[in-house]
């Protein structure tokens, strides 16, 4: 009889456990923040997504009363930063602030990936665009996308531009660019636009695609020269700057997705509390204004919708990435 109750009890608390546990995970899920979060980016300091990260994470620190440390881990087309993230521990305390688009592309390009984020991530939220453009060092002569064309045409293949590095977005558009116009070059890969501007400055390099946000400080100062832009639209910072369909080359236009992620694991009520505070920032009309002023485009989807578009980019940029046969050099 001793044994049976030993029993009893012995199985009603097995019985209990789950709920303990999930009383457990759920107390210290509505503790959370406790400590500074870290938000590993893959490109570097001073670049748009660097620079977009930190305008977020600001008052996202405030919202949840703990401080966001950037962890800036640039190269291979974000797959560093990438698979740094994946590694972390799903606890709330590591954040994944990604240029989507460019590690969508990365995905396609590189053999063996180290982390993919429709597998090894959960999503938060899609927080906006940057757009790219055509940026030229000024000693080429060529002021719009006519003159450029045909002056790249007329170096007979000696010509360099720079990327944002092997695998990136940046990289990508020269690529199809330079086949689209049937010309030959030399392509120098950075880690990052910090990297490579001041290269392109100095006429080191000749041409690059570079985010509106990364450019636009040199551009105003006539460092640089605008040529075309690399989307749907033009920029309400270059309105005399055409898109590169208006100025004859059309299909060319790219949304340039930034989003937030989480290692796959973490608890649904940290997505939840993420998703939320985010949601509040994006919408915020000071915030979206000031944002605007630097190129950028604040944009909220929730985590169901960027699960959505994160596997449209993916699918998208494997078609391309196959069909133009690019290859990382």
């Known amino acids: 009889m001793n044994n049976y109750k030993?029993?009893?009890?012995?199985?009603?608390?097995?019985?209990?456990?789950?709920?303990?546990?999930s009383t457990v995970l759920a107390a210290t899920d509505t503790d959370w923040p406790k400590k500074p979060i870290v938000a590993i980016l893959s490109f570097p300091a001073g670049g748009s997504t660097d620079i977009f990260a930190r305008a977020v994470f600001a008052p996202l620190g405030e919202a949840l009363g703990q401080s966001v440390v950037i962890e800036n881990k640039p190269g291979a087309?974000?797959?560093?930063?990438?698979?740094?993230?994946?590694?972390?521990?799903?606890?709330?305390?590591?954040?994944?602030?990604?240029?989507?688009?460019?590690?969508?592309?990365?995905?396609?390009?590189?053999?063996?990936?180290?982390?993919?984020?429709?597998?090894?991530?959960?999503?938060?939220?899609?927080?906006?665009?940057?757009?790219?453009?055509?940026?030229?060092?000024?000693?080429?002569?060529a002021k719009n996308l006519p003159e450029l064309i045909a002056f790249i045409k007329s170096k007979n293949g000696n010509f360099n531009y720079a990327s944002q590095g092997n695998g990136s977005l940046s990289h990508l558009e020269s690529t199809l660019f330079m086949q689209r116009i049937g010309a030959t070059g030399t392509h120098i890969p950075y880690k990052g636009?910090?990297?490579?501007?001041?290269?392109?400055?100095?006429?080191n390099t000749s041409m690059m695609f570079d985010s509106v946000t990364a450019s636009l400080p040199h551009i105003q100062s006539g460092k640089l020269r605008p040529i075309a832009i690399a989307a749907s639209d033009r920029s309400p910072l270059m309105p005399n700057v055409p898109t590169l369909g208006q100025?004859?080359?059309?299909?060319?236009?790219?949304?340039?997705?930034?989003?937030?992620?989480?290692?796959?694991?973490?608890?649904?009520?940290?997505?939840?509390k993420l998703e939320k505070e985010i949601r509040?920032?994006?919408?915020?009309?000071?915030?979206k204004a000031r944002l605007a002023n630097q190129g950028i485009h604040p944009q909220f989807a929730n985590s169901e919708q960027l699960a959505i578009i994160t596997q449209s980019e993916y699918d998208k940029w494997a078609k391309v990435v196959k069909s133009a046969n690019i290859k990382v050099d």
């Not at 030993?6 to 546990?21: E, I, N, R, T, Y």
């Not at 100025?247 to 997505?271: C, H, L, R, W």
């Open 6 to 21: 030993s029993l009893s009890k012995l199985l009603f608390g097995l019985s209990m456990l789950p709920w303990l546990c």
């Open 247 to 272: 100025d004859g080359m059309k299909q060319f236009d790219v949304e340039n997705f930034y989003a937030i992620y989480v290692p796959k694991g973490t608890s649904p009520a940290i997505v939840a």
């Open 193 to 203: 636009s910090a990297f490579a501007l001041p290269d392109l400055i100095a006429g």
């Open 77 to 141: 087309g974000g797959m560093i930063g990438l698979g740094a993230a994946a590694k972390a521990a799903p606890d709330g305390y590591t954040i994944h602030f990604s240029a989507m688009t460019n590690q969508s592309i990365s995905q396609s390009l590189f053999k063996n990936p180290p982390a993919d984020l429709t597998k090894d991530f959960v999503p938060v939220a899609l927080i906006g665009t940057i757009p790219h453009l055509i940026v030229v060092n000024p000693s080429v002569p």
């Open 280 to 287: 509040k920032i994006l919408t915020n009309p000071d915030f």
